[in-house]
């Protein structure tokens, strides 16, 4: 049989502890996993599932969770770590289209004692989701595939209940939503992608752009709670409401970025009915681009403060030794830069490298800004970048100031 053959180890998360194929042992030098791991497992997304603990619990602050789905859920850790660290009795349904995973996963249900809370079953995500949902929809679905989640989202927006749920979606095909093959953006995303030194914020704007999309062309609205980037992957979380008004009225959050390779000035231009001619305002004289663009894609809010300050108060009653390091810091971060998402960071580096500068620290950068007057904050996005109300113009010539000290 598979499942002697298979070799197992025991690992800890959070609060958690379960049983996978052993990383180590399958990977050799690499460490991490690679597609010889008969279960999939990835010891270094404890970052995602960390915040995706707390955002659920967050989320429950507000909204009832009676029933959820993870439709690719390898050996189970995620939805064993949301039944065993979350309140409430909700049940979980869990499949995956690898028998040896759903093998696993059971197992892991099972040592748990969540036999009445889930359920393990084997099949395709797309389909399960859509079978699975028949009897009673679900209130959070959590999309965690290999590469693109776009196969999976209209079959995850169908199977969320009527009354509205939350939607946490993760994609690692950085290459395609970070400029390295802007097509297959296009057809995966809708959008292009483009390289930009704001490539992940990007990244995310197509996500949520296609979600929106999806969500629209199945009668529901779409309204951003939070969204996490790293080197190697992005997640968004979105809650869906079946709200046809809600839904056309967000269309004025779609459009395209427009950025200036010559002066690094940027601009959200919404994508309209009537036709629009927008100048690109270069933010240095006699710039002339070249301008690339990407999209369309999200324009929106990529935060809602409301729900950041739930996940706030989530974490400082919990015990943090169970927490990867950085999730304070990541979320102390997206709450200060979450009422300036209405135009894509700086990042300081990159400014300086383009006008030949030594990049001064960002906290000097930053409270030269404030004196200013401008709102002005960090991201989680990237250490070297910072959000603001002053233009590209106005944080290179602090920069100029600064090194011509
Ligand atoms: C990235 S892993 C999931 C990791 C897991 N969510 C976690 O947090 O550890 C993706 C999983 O999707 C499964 N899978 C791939 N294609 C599938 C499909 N069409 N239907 C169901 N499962 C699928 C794989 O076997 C794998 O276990
Ligand atoms: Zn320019």
Redesign the pocket.
């Known amino acids: 049989m598979h499942e002697q053959m298979t070799v197992e180890k025991e690992y800890s998360e959070g609060r958690t502890t379960f049983l996978s194929a052993d990383v180590d042992h399958y990977s050799g030098d690499k460490k991490q996993p690679t597609s010889s791991l008969p279960v999939?497992?990835?010891p270094r997304?404890q970052l995602n599932?960390d915040l995706s603990v707390l955002f659920l619990m967050a989320y429950m602050e507000k909204h009832s969770v009676e029933m959820m789905c993870?439709?690719?859920?390898?050996?189970g850790?995620?939805t064993l770590r949301y039944l065993n660290e979350c309140p409430g009795d909700f049940y979980a349904k869990m499949?995956?289209?690898?028998p040896l995973?759903v093998e696993t996963a059971r197992r892991n249900v099972e040592t748990l004692g969540f036999d009445d809370r889930a359920e393990v079953i084997h099949g395709?995500?797309?389909v399960l989701l859509m079978t699975e949902s028949r009897g009673k929809r679900f209130d959070f679905v959590d999309i965690?595939?290999?590469g693109t989640p776009a196969p999976y989202l209209s079959a995850a927006v169908q199977s969320i209940s009527p009354k509205g749920g939350l939607l946490a979606v993760t994609a690692t095909d950085m290459p395609v939503l970070c400029g390295v093959y802007p097509k297959i953006a296009l057809r995966r995303y809708g959008g292009f992608s483009a390289r930009a030194p704001y490539t992940h914020e990007i990244a995310i704007r197509l996500l949520n752009g296609f979600i929106y999309s999806v969500a629209g062309s199945n009668d529901c609205s779409m309204e951003p709670l939070a969204v996490l980037s790293t080197d190697h992957y992005i997640r968004t979380w979105v809650r869906i409401e079946t709200n046809r008004t809600e839904s056309n009225r967000q269309a004025s959050k779609l459009g395209i970025i427009r950025y200036c390779t010559g002066c690094m000035h940027s601009d959200f231009v919404q994508l309209s009915s009537k036709v629009q001619n927008v100048d690109f305002d270069h933010k240095i004289k006699g710039c002339a681009g070249p301008i690339r663009v990407a999209g369309p894609l999200w324009i929106g809010d990529l935060f809602k403060d409301q729900f950041l300050s739930n996940a706030t108060k989530v974490l400082e009653k919990s015990e943090m030794e169970h927490y990867h390091r950085k999730v304070p810091d990541v979320l102390e971060k997206m709450v200060e830069e979450s009422g300036l998402t209405n135009r894509p960071y700086i990042d300081i580096h990159a400014l300086c490298d383009l006008h030949n500068f030594a990049p001064p620290k960002n906290q000097i950068i930053i409270e030269k800004l404030k004196e200013q007057g401008y709102q002005v904050a960090r991201t989680h996005f990237k250490p070297t970048a910072i959000r603001t109300t002053a233009s590209v113009e106005e944080v290179t010539r602090i920069i100029a100031n600064y090194n011509a000290r």
């Open positions: 999939f497992y990835n997304m599932r993870e439709p690719l859920t390898g050996s850790v995620r499949c995956d289209a690898n995973a395709d995500a797309k965690d595939p290999f």
